[in-house]
């Protein structure tokens, strides 16, 4: 059954695509032998869909944070690390994990907390969840905003919850695996922590023939009338990113032509690229990044080291060293700004390079 919908699949018969199902099947293995775990995948690719996939589909008992809305800011409160979900009964708590839950979920509001005592709570529910249950999961949606939440020491605390909670598996997703991984486990770290036991599980795009299928199936079981080579256009300019096509299907559904409604998920996925390329750019605030995702927004075949190496040069009017220039492709390849084909590096998705070009007309880059 296909469903077209701008909302995270919670079932399995749902989750369209071999490795999304994959995925699944992995995330339970992972969470079953009790190891933390990083969904990978680029935005609206479908992590969120995995997650909760996994989760109704095993019936996990959970508490959920929903980091996403928090992409791109300098600065977040630990008070918006309030609990988006609560996927277990509350009234099994003793009354101390209640009020604890209660605090940390905001909902006494003229309680002062702070982020000592946000800890300090989070903690009192997860002695007594540990205690409770055989398997229970903490999930962060887009745990790359840990670095940035005031107030509290996210690593500390994720250590600590490894440490001494074995029944409690924590999973991260994000949608820039290098800053994730800087997060979890920084290269100027002492020890490496709980980071050496995060398993990674990569959600992948959809191949062409997957999205094809995809659409085909969901307008024969919606009656919508299409062209054959609208499907591939889609698949063309939206990069196989599911959430996407899916967003495209629903407006198809919803009356509205091909090219408008291609128009109207390509406007949609323009403004998440712009989300997370301003949040890219605020960790590594350095030019040169802007100078080779400039350089390659101009190419649809990519470039090559020394084609970027001599393009940098002459931007800049100076020489070039190869440990930068590494640098920079390595973290712009790590964060799946770009990826390396058959000796060239190249940016795959059309609305990133389309955001790029359109951040460059409003002179966003020239600020940074």
């Known amino acids: 059954m296909v469903v077209f919908s701008d909302r995270p699949i919670v079932r399995l018969e749902e989750l369209y695509g071999r490795g999304h199902r994959d995925a699944v099947r992995k995330l339970h293995n992972v969470v079953e032998y009790g190891y933390f775990v990083a969904v990978l995948g680029a935005r609206?690719?479908?992590?969120?869909?995995?997650?909760?996939?996994?989760?109704?589909?095993?019936?996990?008992?959970?508490?959920?944070?929903?980091?996403?809305?928090?992409?791109?800011?300098?600065?977040?409160?630990?008070?918006?690390?309030a609990p988006a979900e609560i996927g277990f009964d509350e009234e099994t708590l003793s009354g101390e994990a209640q009020l604890s839950l209660a605090l940390i979920s905001l909902k006494l509001k003229k309680v002062k907390l702070t982020g000592e005592a946000f800890q300090t709570n989070f903690l009192t529910i997860l002695r007594e969840l540990n205690n409770n249950y055989n398997r229970f999961i903490i999930v962060f949606d887009e745990a790359q905003v840990l670095a940035f939440v005031k107030g509290i020491n996210y690593?500390?605390?994720?250590?600590?919850?490894?440490?001494?909670?074995?029944?409690?598996?924590v999973i991260l997703t994000g949608s820039m695996p290098g800053l994730l991984e800087k997060i979890i486990?920084?290269?100027?770290a002492r020890e490496p922590g709980f980071?050496?036991?995060?398993?990674e599980i990569h959600v992948p795009r959809?191949?062409?023939?997957?999205?094809?299928?995809?659409?085909?199936?969901?307008?024969?079981?919606?009656?919508?009338?299409?062209?054959e080579e609208n499907l591939h256009e889609v698949y063309e300019e939206l990069s196989g990113i599911p959430g996407f096509i899916s967003y495209y299907g629903l407006l198809r559904t919803r009356g509205l032509k091909h090219h408008e409604a291609?128009?109207?998920?390509?406007?949609?996925?323009?403004?998440?690229?712009?989300?997370?390329?301003?949040?890219?750019l605020?960790?590594?605030?350095?030019?040169l990044y802007i100078h080779v995702l400039s350089i390659l927004s101009k190419t649809i075949t990519g470039a090559t080291w020394s084609e970027l190496q001599q393009e940098l040069e002459k931007r800049l009017g100076n020489s070039m060293g190869k440990s930068t220039l590494y640098r920079i492709l390595t973290n712009l390849l790590k964060a799946g700004m770009i990826q390396k084909?058959?000796?060239?590096?190249?940016?795959?998705?059309?609305p990133l390079r389309k955001t790029i070009n359109k951040l460059e007309k409003t002179q966003y880059f020239l600020l940074h």
């Not at 023939?209 to 024969?220: P, Q, W």
């Not at 390509?266 to 403004?271: C, G, L």
């Open 341 to 350: 084909q058959r000796g060239k590096y190249i940016i795959v998705d059309r």
């Open 262 to 280: 291609l128009s109207r998920t390509e406007n949609y996925a323009i403004s998440q690229w712009e989300n997370d390329l301003k949040a890219f």
């Open 206 to 227: 959809w191949s062409r023939e997957e999205t094809i299928d995809f659409l085909r199936k969901g307008f024969r079981d919606n009656n919508v009338s299409y062209e």
């Open 185 to 188: 486990s920084p290269a100027d």
């Open 44 to 81: 609206r690719v479908g992590k969120t869909s995995v997650v909760k996939t996994l989760l109704n589909h095993y019936g996990y008992k959970y508490i959920y944070f929903d980091l996403s809305p928090y992409m791109g800011l300098r600065a977040v409160s630990f008070r918006s690390l």
């Open 195 to 199: 980071a050496r036991y995060v398993e």
């Open 155 to 169: 690593r500390g605390l994720l250590q600590f919850i490894h440490n001494n909670y074995r029944n409690i598996v």
């Open 282 to 287: 605020k960790i590594y605030n350095s030019p």
